[in-house]
């Protein structure tokens, strides 16, 4: 594995902890379990997953806070996302304005090379000791 994929796959780590902790603590109030952001079961945190709107693929939303959120599988792999609930979901927390960004946004360039790959694992390595 090259240097470049071992820090977008540590910073994935880490923004994908950062994500799920987040919603439990939101949802549930607790550490250990959250509500899937679009069916609203609640899960496990380690069984959870940190979910896209607008796919991963996308490099310039993919570490948008307001575009991943906790999702159970059956949502986020199985109903590749439970799109048409989590657009509604955006719109009702963040407004039609935030929800026209990041679909704008899906398709301008991002490039994440090295330090600042490195410079965004560290900040959500301190945010998660912050929840």
Same mark, same amino acid.
């Given at each position: 594995?090259? /240097?470049?994929? #071992?820090?977008?796959? $540590? ?6 902890? &950062? ?5 439990? #603590?939101? +949802?549930?109030?607790?550490?250990? *379990? ?7 079961? =609640? =899960?496990?945190?380690? /069984?959870?997953?940190?979910? *896209?709107?607008?796919?991963?693929? &996308?490099?310039?939303?993919?570490? $948008? /806070?307001?575009?991943?959120?906790? !999702?159970? =599988? ?11 609930? &989590? ?6 927390? &963040?407004?039609?304005? =935030?929800?026209? $960004?990041?679909? *704008?946004? #899906?398709? !301008? ?8 790959? $490195?410079?965004? #694992? +560290? ?9």
């Amino acid at each position: 594995m090259t /240097e470049h994929l #071992k820090a977008q796959k $540590d910073l994935w780590h880490y923004f994908s902890i &950062y994500i799920r902790l987040r919603d439990c #603590k939101e +949802t549930t109030g607790t550490l250990t *379990h959250g509500r899937c952001f679009t069916c609203s079961k =609640v =899960v496990p945190y380690q /069984e959870a997953d940190a979910g *896209h709107y607008i796919s991963r693929v &996308y490099k310039s939303t993919c570490y $948008d /806070e307001r575009n991943v959120h906790l !999702q159970c =599988v059956n949502c986020n792999r199985l109903l590749r996302g439970n799109p048409e609930i &989590y657009k509604k979901r955006i719109i009702a927390i &963040y407004g039609q304005e =935030v929800l026209d $960004d990041l679909e *704008h946004r #899906k398709f !301008q360039l991002a490039l994440f090379k090295g330090t600042i790959l $490195d410079d965004m #694992k +560290t900040y959500y390595q301190e945010k998660i000791k912050t929840l």
